[in-house]
């Protein structure tokens, strides 16, 4: 099993130079005039009846002209309270195991504990918002579902909605989490200018038809919004899910421990018949202690890991494991470098844990989250 773990940790960490490498043609719309222009629509562009994507236009159909909601708007929602209370729980649960297995390391928000956490009162404030980032094409992953064309993600990333003077700059302060709307890329009734049902090829040649556009700002916006362009299909009924992605505490060099962060990794997918976002479980993220922890279930997984047809989607890259053996939650950690001199060369990783483990402050290769070839080619495009 160790040896298995440790050809998962091969695959998942590409070298320095793939990390560094561009997003490839038509894989990601990243100009950040033209997300402005997607997020908050400043201007009347003629031709264009699209809304935009702000988040509050996109999980809250009945204020539609409202973009710029608050988080403490947004948590509000109906749809969106399963969310708050799952991610109070994680919360509460990565506290408490940090105090059972490292007692003498205090735990809070703020400079003067060992490991600081992130303060929970922004993800509710009325004075944070999710702002569009980016957008990533991932019609790669079209083999989970061909009849949707693979998935499009719009990236949302944790803003302070008041301006702070850094120097002769005005910024405003971003914050270390991120909400992902994972939409189909095609809708169940997507069908273009003409009334024709669109199909998967023309969806991919308006991604490659952007991509090769010389427009920024508003104009690129324009393209992208038009009749033609690569997100006239995307609508609010194509929401598969949301993943959220969070800081949830880090740790300053010490003389008892290394510099990392601990990330908060979460799926909620969207239940149609109630207007709501379910806790569901991450994909190819096994939840290594409760299968350990049942004897059927731990015969029942090797049964299924060592047949020969997943072995082969393994090899593939197309492997997708049975919810039945997933975890709903993983504590992911960055590297940590040996001295502070050398943080940006060797270093050592630990991949993702469930957050129902134990060994949240473990820094072998420990539970290992199973990567696929298509998933990896979307980790540069969305890393924040």
């Known amino acids: 099993m160790r040896f298995l773990t440790f050809l998962v940790a091969l695959a998942i960490l590409p070298p320095p130079a793939a990390q560094a490498a561009a997003p490839e043609r038509g ?28 988040l509050g236009r996109m999980l809250d159909a009945k204020t539609p002209l ?62 944070t ?8 094409n991932r019609m790669d992953r079209a083999y989970l579902a061909p009849s949707s064309c693979g998935e499009i993600r719009l990236i949302y990333r944790l803003t302070r909605t008041w301006p702070v003077v850094t120097g002769d700059a005005v910024v405003w302060p971003r914050l270390p989490a991120t909400l992902n709307i994972v939409l189909k890329a095609r809708g169940d009734h997507a069908v273009d200018a003409d009334g024709t049902s669109i199909t998967c090829a023309e969806i991919a040649r308006r991604w490659l038809a952007a991509a090769d556009s010389t427009l920024s700002g508003v104009e690129l916006a324009a393209k992208l919004l038009s009749k033609d362009g690569p ?3 995307i609508k609010p009924e194509n929401i598969d899910r949301i993943e959220t992605n969070l800081q949830i505490a880090h740790a300053p060099k010490s003389p008892v421990r290394d510099f990392r962060t601990d990330y908060l990794l979460k799926v909620f997918r969207y239940n149609a018949p109630t207007q709501t976002f379910e806790e569901a479980p991450l994909e190819n993220q096994i939840d290594r202690d409760r299968i350990l922890a049942d004897e059927g279930l731990k015969r029942e997984f090797r049964a299924w890991l060592l047949d020969p047809a997943h072995l082969g989607e393994f090899d593939r890259g197309t492997v997708l494991i ?9 504590i992911a950690s960055t590297p940590a470098a040996a001295n502070q001199s050398r943080q940006e060369g060797s270093a050592t990783y630990s991949l993702p844990h469930s957050t129902h ?14 990567p696929t070839r298509a998933s990896k080619a979307g980790l540069a495009a969305t890393k924040t």
Do not use: C
């Open 129 to 136: 918002r999710f702002v569009l980032a980016g957008i990533v």
């Open 322 to 330: 049975p919810e039945k053996f997933l975890a709903t939650g993983a």
């Open 27 to 54: 894989v990601a719309i990243s100009d950040p005039l033209a997300l402005r222009e997607l997020d908050v629509r400043d201007h009347l562009i003629p031709g264009i009846t699209s809304t935009g994507f702000g």
């Open 231 to 233: 997100l006239d299909s």
């Open 66 to 127: 409202r973009p710029q909601m608050s988080n403490e708007e947004l948590f509000a929602l109906p749809s969106m309270w399963s969310v708050r209370k799952a991610l109070d729980s994680e919360f509460d649960r990565y506290v408490t195991s940090h105090k059972a297995n490292l007692p003498n390391e205090t735990i809070g928000i703020g400079d003067s504990f060992d490991l600081q956490l992130f303060d929970r009162a922004l993800l509710y404030s009325p004075q």
């Open 357 to 370: 483990s134990k060994g949240h402050f473990n820094n072998s290769l420990g539970p290992a989250i199973l």
